[in-house]
């Protein structure tokens, strides 16, 4: 069974920085894509960040490029987002997500789903 472990998340003034981090179990971790998304009270769930299974490339949603980025790390089969320069906008539940069809554009397709750690943002 596919588990997605997200945890990190919680209350920070604007400007500040959280990680998240995601736990993944070892078959999932080693052969598919990863990712985070995040949704807004009020909002539809949006794509935040990708990391290929490798680890060799990465893309971002252009609201956070430049101030989020994800990794990976294969010994401790965990994904992390870091979040600088975090704004009031940034409040969400972040998700962590695996699948081989995950893409910025088709997260409907995501086969697994973390259960999501809430990220508030103070102004």
């Known amino acids: 069974q596919v588990q997605l472990v997200e945890s990190g998340g919680g209350l920070v003034q604007a400007g500040g920085s959280l990680r998240l981090s995601c736990a993944a179990s070892a078959r999932t971790f080693s052969s598919e894509p990863m990712g985070w998304f995040r949704q807004a009270p009020g909002k539809e769930r949006e794509f935040v960040a990708r990391?290929?299974?490798?680890?060799?490339?990465?893309y971002y949603a252009d609201s956070v490029k430049g101030r989020f980025t994800i990794s990976r790390d294969s010994a401790k089969n965990t994904v992390y987002l870091q979040m600088n320069s975090l704004k009031p906008d940034d409040t969400a539940v972040y998700y962590c997500?695996?699948?081989?069809?995950?893409?910025?554009?088709?997260?409907?397709?995501?086969?697994?789903w973390g259960q999501g750690t809430q990220v508030t943002v103070s102004s």
């Open positions: 990391i290929s299974w490798t680890g060799g490339s990465s």
């Open positions: 997500a695996a699948g081989s069809y995950l893409t910025d554009t088709t997260q409907q397709l995501v086969e697994h």
